[in-house]
């Protein structure tokens, strides 16, 4: 979207009152938010009469903020608007904001406390802090402005957004995963949800200072990734799978060459050698759509050491198993359940989706053979995210799939802040993997087995 395009929609719901501009205080919050709203739209249609919008576009972003910063200070010398120094560097920065940036969300996109955004129409916001949700007093001018907003979002990796096309998925530069659903499917109004993700990836040791896991989990698990163990990580809406998944890939060693394949590009892995591939939706004809399962068909052909699957969800399940069954070992992917057992149903329904004509049995070897371990996230009540289960499967017993579990968390209780009692500990099963690791110079010691250690 052009500069031009920006600055002509900047309050233009307001512009009809011009006469309220010059009085930015009120005993009533919703008239001084109008009457802001409207200095908003005066200085920005001033802008319009001074600027060369094409000589704007020319220049590059932090010149652009100065020059917008300096215009905006001058008109309002101009007008004799009685504002404070805080009310105009507010001003300034929401100009700015509009112009370069996604209007009123950027304040909350600079917070890094803040874990995800949820629009509910032009006058609605709502953040998530440590698990919990808040309302904030953000809000657009109109669902017009929001709509403009979400556009400038799905524009910027290729996709749209329209009455004909009213639900899209797309991400931020930083990886930050957005949804959006429009009218006429969105009664109300547009909604947008966006999911953030850190500035600076997680890493293992700060999951554990979160007690997300304990260190003998940690270091299990640091063994499986490096031993190419084929390894699923199943939970919930919100559980950390994408998370843990980009810490899981920090194990991989930095010669090997990974594919990514995801409906929305959001990991962010720190590996030298990676190469990302994207879905991508139908055209307006209803045409060059591009699955995940043509992704994981193609990235075969990549010379892959590993090939990461951000969440399976499709017939893409069966190309997925064949690939971790045929040399491509050490794969990763997501898949949303809420136990482990679930996980693996859900891979046999998705591999049914392919229409292959397997039988229950044939498809439930496949999954048995293909996936070693199997690794549960859960968001608990008072919002927190902990590695709930790890379970390695070892096997067929007749149709079922055994798996056993070696690792798990407890919950006792729920204390007088609302959060969460418990404790990790081992099952006392020692794995079969165990042999694996030591092939590949992981040495597990007896103790991490030892069911009497808790670990709160």
Request: some cysteine; overall charge negative; aromatic content about 4%.
């Amino acid at each position: 979207m052009s500069i031009r395009d920006r600055l002509q929609h900047l309050g233009k719901s307001i512009a009809d009152n011009p006469d309220n501009v010059f009085v930015i205080r009120e005993d009533n919050t919703e008239n001084e938010k109008t009457i802001y709203q409207g200095l908003k739209t005066h200085i920005h249609q001033k802008m319009l009469d001074r600027v060369d919008l094409s000589a704007m576009e020319s220049l590059p972003a932090e010149r652009l903020m100065s020059e917008i910063k300096a215009l905006v200070e001058q008109l309002l010398i101009e007008e004799k608007a009685p504002i404070n120094l805080v009310e105009k560097g507010r001003l300034v920065a929401d100009i700015q904001n509009e112009v370069l940036g996604l209007g009123p969300l950027e304040p909350l996109l600079d917070d890094p406390t803040i874990s995800d955004i949820l629009v509910n129409t032009y006058s609605q916001v709502y953040v998530e802090r440590q698990g919990k949700l808040e309302l904030t007093d953000i809000h657009f001018a109109d669902n017009g402005h929001l709509l403009k907003i979400i556009d400038r979002i799905v524009s910027r990796v290729g996709r749209r957004v329209d009455e004909s096309s009213p639900m899209v998925d797309a991400r931020l530069p930083d990886g930050s995963r957005v949804n959006a659903i429009i009218p006429p499917l969105a009664v109300d109004g547009p909604l947008l949800s966006i999911r953030r993700f850190s500035a600076v990836p997680l890493k293992i040791n700060d999951i554990i200072r979160y007690k997300s896991l304990t260190p003998a989990m940690s270091e299990i698990i640091e063994g499986l990734v490096k031993s190419e163990c084929n390894i699923l990580i199943s939970g919930g809406t919100g559980s950390g799978k994408t998370t843990l998944l980009n810490i899981l890939s920090g194990f991989i060693p930095p010669n090997e060459r990974v594919v990514t394949i995801e409906d929305a590009a959001e990991l962010q892995l720190q590996q030298p050698h990676v190469v990302r591939l994207e879905t991508r939706p139908p055209n307006v004809e209803g045409k060059g759509e591009v699955t995940q399962r043509s992704l994981v068909r193609n990235s075969l052909r990549m010379r892959p050491d590993r090939i990461m699957i951000g969440e399976v969800r499709g017939a893409e399940a069966i190309d997925m198993l064949q690939a971790m069954n045929t040399g491509h070992e050490g794969s990763l992917a997501t898949v949303h359940a809420n136990t482990p057992r679930d996980a693996l149903g859900r891979i046999e329904n998705m591999v049914g989706m392919a229409e292959m004509g397997l039988s229950l049995k044939a498809i439930r070897q496949q999954v048995s053979s293909a996936i070693g371990v199997v690794i549960q996230v859960s968001r608990m009540q008072d919002g927190k995210r902990k590695v709930s289960s790890i379970q390695e499967i070892t096997g067929m017993e007749g149709d079922v799939i055994t798996m056993q579990e070696i690792f798990t968390f407890t919950q006792t209780g729920i204390n007088e802040k609302g959060e969460i009692q418990g404790y990790f500990h081992a099952t006392g099963i020692r794995p079969l993997f165990s042999e694996r690791l030591k092939i590949f110079g992981v040495s597990l010691s007896d103790e991490l087995f030892d069911p009497s250690l808790r670990f709160e």
